[in-house]
């Protein structure tokens, strides 16, 4: 985990209850954008996330928590480095940085933030069980777009 990047759009939306910051090193032959960081992260999905995620759903339903809207769709925030997206929810308002470093030398640093603030003790007895996923989640999704810049 590192620092969330001085200067970056996620700042705006601190401070949080929770903020974590994870970020890899990427060998490629071209300049990795936020738009692509973020179509490699989420909208190719293995079966097991998408697992977890239809579990989440069938849990959070019966508490009238949104189980329709796919957050990766409600990009709030952009520019040359950084996309930003995430929901306000009546238990929890989460945002999302997918966070480009400068491409030099056939590298580039891609960083996953993630800021949560609790709206109430709902929100945080949910982040409490996601948490452990969220982290396993986001540490596989950079080391499968690490591993796939690698073997090409």
């Known amino acids: 985990m590192k620092n969330i990047p001085i200067s970056g759009l996620i700042e705006k939306y601190l401070p949080a209850d929770y903020v974590d910051s994870y970020s890899r090193e990427i060998v ?9 960081f973020h179509n490699l992260a989420f909208n190719q999905l293995p079966k097991w996330i998408n697992w977890l995620m239809n579990l989440r759903n069938a849990i959070v339903k019966p508490l009238g928590l949104d189980t329709k809207s796919k957050f990766t769709d409600k990009v709030s925030d952009k520019n040359e480095h950084e996309e930003i997206f995430g929901m306000t929810d009546s238990h929890l308002d989460f945002h999302v940085s997918m966070w ?7 590298k580039q640093e891609l960083r996953i933030t993630t800021i949560v603030k609790y709206n109430n003790r709902l929100g945080r007895i949910y982040f ?11 540490y596989f999704l950079l080391k499968r777009i690490k591993n796939k810049y690698e073997r090409q």
């Open 100 to 106: 480009c470093g400068e491409y030099k030398n056939g």
């Open 128 to 138: 409490f069980f996601i948490r452990p996923f969220h982290r396993i989640i986001i």
């Open 28 to 36: 490629c032959n071209q300049k990795i954008t936020p738009e692509k």
